[in-house]
């Protein structure tokens, strides 16, 4: 009798994964410095944590895999030449902001924490995982083909913009959350172009209600 369910179950298994599409998401620097009353505040960052929370909690129901990139920088970067010293390492600043939800199982991607590396992009980070030799970030998030990668966090003209031209450029399918995103706006069209730019590349805009939404189905 097992026998005979076995035949009848295994062609629906295979057939599921077949047609299923890899998720992914990645937060993009949530953190303390990024959001208001931080060293290098975006305006409205902590707007953010909200919509990426319920991106994260479906993901983490569904044991779909979360990733959390953080800045991560020591104090003598040259990073700060160009920015107020911020996200230093081992600083209540550097710590994902607290109303973030952190699922256990996300993979936290430190990136910026050479001297001489400013790490916009998640995918020049490294998971650091206790002693052991970093794992590049590349590898960390898998394979690319056929995979659908969620992004948003902050700032949408710098961490989140390298984060997704480098997802499309290794081969995503790369969906950027742009009710969960904010920008720094040094210059008051710098939104505006990165979005350009993004889009142009083949980043797909859409909602974290859009994404749900279709993720039900
Ligand atoms: C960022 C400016 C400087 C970011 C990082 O996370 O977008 N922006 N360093």
Not at 21 to 42: E, H, M, S, T, Y
Not at 186 to 204: C, I, Q, S
């Amino acid at each position: 009798m097992g026998g005979t369910r076995e035949e009848e179950v295994a062609p629906i298994r295979i057939l599921s994964q077949t047609s299923n599409v890899r998720r992914a998401l990645l937060v993009v620097d949530v953190q303390n410095d990024f959001c208001p009353g931080g060293a290098l505040a975006v305006p409205e960052g902590d707007l953010v944590i909200e919509p990426l929370n319920r991106m994260i909690e479906y993901f983490d129901r569904k044991g779909l895999p979360v990733f959390f990139s953080r800045d991560w920088h020591p104090e003598d970067t040259e990073h700060f030449k160009t920015w107020p010293a911020h996200c230093v390492q081992n600083t209540q600043g550097a710590e994902f902001h607290p109303d973030l939800l952190k699922p256990i199982s996300a993979k936290v991607i430190t990136k910026g924490f050479s001297k001489k590396d400013d790490g916009y992009s998640p995918f020049e980070g490294v998971y650091l995982k206790g002693d052991d030799w970093p794992t590049p970030c590349q590898l960390l998030l898998g394979q690319p083909q056929g995979t659908s990668l969620y992004i948003g966090g902050l700032a949408t003209d710098y961490c989140v913009k390298a984060a997704c031209l480098d997802a499309v450029k290794f081969g995503y399918s790369v969906y950027l959350l742009t009710d969960a995103c904010r920008a720094v706006n040094l210059k008051p069209m710098d939104e505006a172009e990165a979005l350009e730019e993004m889009r142009r590349t083949g980043v797909v805009f859409t909602t974290t209600e859009e994404a749900l939404k279709a993720a039900v189905i």
